[in-house]
């Protein structure tokens, strides 16, 4: 069954502002992951943030977890057309090989 | 691209054809996945090997056999698909992490098998 469900699904906003996507899962989760897709190619993985942690920046993304709420959320800061893409949020429930299960996904417009 | 290499990139095959999808990953990686993604649905996992070993497999129709000869490739088998099997096949690896509470590592996936079947 589908364990992360991102909102919104689609976004649409001008370089330089921020962007915001938020993830909602459903059981307990190991760490939640999140991915990011251009068209019709691999994923990339953005950042991992574990259940026991609340906060993550890695560059210009800042991820948040509250475990109470099974809810996450991914900003981008001062977004640029080359963030255009699908991200995904990811939860894994293993401690030993890694078994994610991923949400639809919310496409990002950033136009120059 | 990452250390993950898919072939190939993509494929057109009838219902009553034998292919077979390859991945390779150059990362030292334990662990390989094969996943489908199809327009409009989420990324669904299809088969794991941990130190290629078959750990999960889930549900997936017996006209998609796995194969994991080593622990840098894995393979997708398909015979007799149906056109509703035409999609993007993602494989990925990762590093199987020892049993620490919160720990996981992060999978690193190929660029993908884009499939269509007539």
């Known amino acids: 069954s589908q364990q992360g469900e991102e909102d919104p699904q689609a976004l649409s906003i001008q370089e330089g502002e921020n962007a915001t996507m938020n993830c909602s899962y459903k059981?307990?989760?190991?760490?939640l992951q999140w991915y990011r897709q251009n068209s019709g190619r691999g994923l990339v993985h953005l950042i991992l943030?574990?259940?026991?942690?609340r906060e993550k920046h890695s560059g210009r993304l800042r991820v948040t977890l509250d475990t109470s709420k099974k809810s996450s959320s991914l900003l981008i800061t001062a977004s640029r057309a080359a963030d255009t893409a699908s991200y995904f949020c990811a939860t894994d429930a293993n401690s030993g090989y890694s078994t994610l299960t991923f949400g639809k996904g919310t496409m990002l417009l950033v136009s120059p | 691209e990452t250390g993950v290499t898919q072939t190939p990139r993509h494929l057109v095959m009838g219902m009553t054809n034998k292919k077979s999808l390859k991945c390779e990953q150059h990362?030292?990686?334990?662990?390989m996945y094969w996943y489908k993604q199809s327009a409009k649905k989420p990324l669904e996992l299809m088969f794991v090997?941990?130190?290629?070993?078959?750990?999960e497999n889930n549900s997936v129709p017996s006209r998609f056999s796995p194969e994991c000869p080593n622990s840098s490739h894995l393979f997708l088998h398909l015979h007799t698909l149906q056109p509703e099997d035409s999609a993007l096949y993602l494989c990925a690896s990762s590093q199987k992490s020892g049993l620490i509470a919160g720990a996981g590592n992060e999978q690193f996936f190929g660029p993908g098998t884009r499939l269509t079947v007539l």
């Open positions: 090997y941990s130190l290629e070993e078959r750990v």
């Open positions: 990362l030292g990686h334990n662990a």
């Open positions: 059981t307990s989760i190991n760490n």
């Open positions: 943030i574990r259940s026991n942690e």
